[in-house]
């Protein structure tokens, strides 16, 4: 299954009041050299797939990934999308950050991975497309 999606917004409070501003997520997609983790409510037991593509645009930290059926989450993931639960939501470590009277500034993050989750804690961060489709024999 093919999905994509926005895991972030740039300049959009999320519930905990932070704020990831664009190009916080540039160094860290320079330097990663495998393709990102796709987990199940950030469960690392529970990984569900990869994000083949991942980059930012002017909208935010933008995601196509492939739940894949040899991965052990991948069930799981497949029936939560089933479902209509389409939540994303960024594993990651701040690196250059700041706080101000609304919250705090992510300005650089390392990203470790990416979720499919029930309640994402940016509530726009949503899958945009999921798509089966049949690998020929």
Do not use: C
Not at 67 to 94: E, Y
Request: proline share 4%.
């Amino acid at each position: 299954m093919i999905i994509e999606g926005y895991a972030a917004l740039f300049g959009v409070a999320d519930q905990m009041r932070d704020v990831v501003r664009a190009g916080a997520f540039a160094a860290s997609l320079t330097r990663r050299g495998a393709k990102l983790p796709m987990l199940v409510e950030h469960e690392a037991r529970l990984v569900a797939g990869e994000w083949t593509e991942v980059r930012e645009d002017g909208r935010g930290l933008f995601l196509r990934g492939e739940i894949r059926d040899d991965r052990p989450g991948a069930a799981r993931a497949k029936r939560m999308i089933a479902r209509g639960i389409d939540g994303l939501s960024i594993g990651f470590v701040p690196i250059v950050q700041h706080r101000n009277a609304a919250g705090r500034v992510l300005n650089e993050v390392e990203l470790l991975e990416v979720s499919i989750v029930t309640h994402p804690m940016q509530p726009q961060a949503r899958l945009t497309l999921a798509r089966e489709f049949t690998r020929a024999a």
